[in-house]
Nanobody, 125 residues
Framework: QVQLVESGGGLVQAGDSLRLSCAAS????????VAWFRQAPGKEREFVAG????????YYEDSVKGRFTISKDNAKNMAYLQMNSLKPEDTAVYYC??????????????????WGQGTQVTVSS
């Protein structure tokens, strides 16, 4: 299995951008699909964006389409979430998750066996 560590969160103003990073260790990211989830206070964890193990497919939750971009760099064992035009509604703890050999993106938390510790994103109006 892989170990995942997120970074890049912070406090920003509405309309600003952030790039979240997910660093993997233990195994290469090559054979793992990656997804970003988020959880706001009092809310359930929800899917945000995902990318297949080979990078051939991506999928985004409707509210972030056109604003967020997920990417994966197997050579560096890294995944990223570029977040543009941030809104206060995006405020949450963001988690990186991995699923081995997933050729298509899935959106259920139970599909992912490896999780990072989360990084806080706060967007003020």
């Amino acid at each position: 299995q892989v170990q995942l560590v997120e970074s890049g969160g912070g406090l920003v103003q509405a309309g600003d951008s952030l790039r979240l990073s997910c660093a993997a260790s233990g195994r290469t990211f090559t054979t793992y699909a990656v997804a970003w989830f988020r959880q706001a206070p009092g809310k359930e964890r929800e899917f945000v964006a995902g990318i297949s193990w080979n990078g051939g497919s991506t999928y985004y939750e409707d509210s972030v389409k056109g604003r967020f971009t997920i990417s994966k760099d197997n050579a560096k064992n890294m995944a990223y979430l570029q977040m543009n035009s941030l809104k206060p509604e995006d405020t949450a703890v963001y988690y990186c998750a991995a699923q081995r050999w997933a050729a298509t993106v899935t959106t259920m938390t139970q599909d992912y066996g490896q999780w990072g510790q989360g990084t806080q994103v706060t967007v003020s109006s």
